[in-house]
């Protein structure tokens, strides 16, 4: 209780100790995998104070301030720091506190564009115009030159041969097969042409 009894002529000694308490910072990542993305949040590379972290484990820290950071994965967006940390990462903590920096992402859409190129030559003078052929994307009606919005993966762009028309192929960013691959924010496009 800190009470000390002395007598006559008595010397004593009362030492009180204390030990300072464990400062703590948690890295936390959230990934926003709206757009058919898939990255977990490790996969970001986490650093505190340039040391490797992992999302949602407290790391004991000193007193003072520390930069939390990731490595950019290809795909997604940085939309920045929140929680208990600067708009540039930085946390600062004194003895006993534990605080929270969390960092987020997002992932990029992806795109493909399906283009109709229709060789008319003046022999025989064929009239037909891209969107004659009822162009597809993994099986879905598109429309020539338009951009459409996908889930990374892998997509057959097809078409409804036209009467008088010979396919001469693909090409662009697909395959003989008329198969493109996307990644997340990535933007492709499959040209099919026909004379």
Excluded: M, R, W
């Excluded at 986490?46 to 950071?69: C, E, I, M, R, Y």
């Excluded at 997604?76 to 930085?90: I, L, R, V």
Aim: aromatic share 6%; proline share 5%; charged share 15%.
């Amino acid at each position: 209780n800190g009470d000390t009894t002395v007598a006559l002529g008595e010397n004593k000694t009362c030492t009180l100790t204390n030990n300072d308490q464990q400062a703590t910072i948690t890295v936390v990542k959230v990934v926003k995998n709206d757009s058919g993305g898939s990255a977990a949040p490790d996969d970001f590379n986490l650093t505190l104070g340039g040391n490797a972290t992992t999302s949602g484990v407290a790391v004991p820290v000193n007193p003072g301030t520390h930069k939390a950071a990731e490595t950019l994965l290809p795909g997604y967006t940085f939309e920045g720091f929140s929680g208990d940390c600067d708009s540039n990462g930085d946390t600062t903590v004194a003895l006993g506190e534990n605080k929270t920096c969390t960092l987020t992402n997002d992932d990029q859409q992806a795109y493909i564009t399906v283009i109709k190129v229709v060789n008319n030559g003046s022999n025989p003078g064929g009239s037909a115009a891209p969107d004659d052929f009822s162009l597809t994307l993994g099986g879905n009606a598109t429309t020539s030159g338009v951009p459409v919005p996908v889930d990374p993966g892998t997509y057959t762009a097809a078409e409804t041969l036209v009467d008088g028309y010979a396919f001469d192929g693909f090409s662009g960013d697909c395959d003989s097969n008329g198969d493109t691959t996307v990644a997340a924010g990535e933007s492709k496009s499959c040209t099919l042409t026909n004379t």
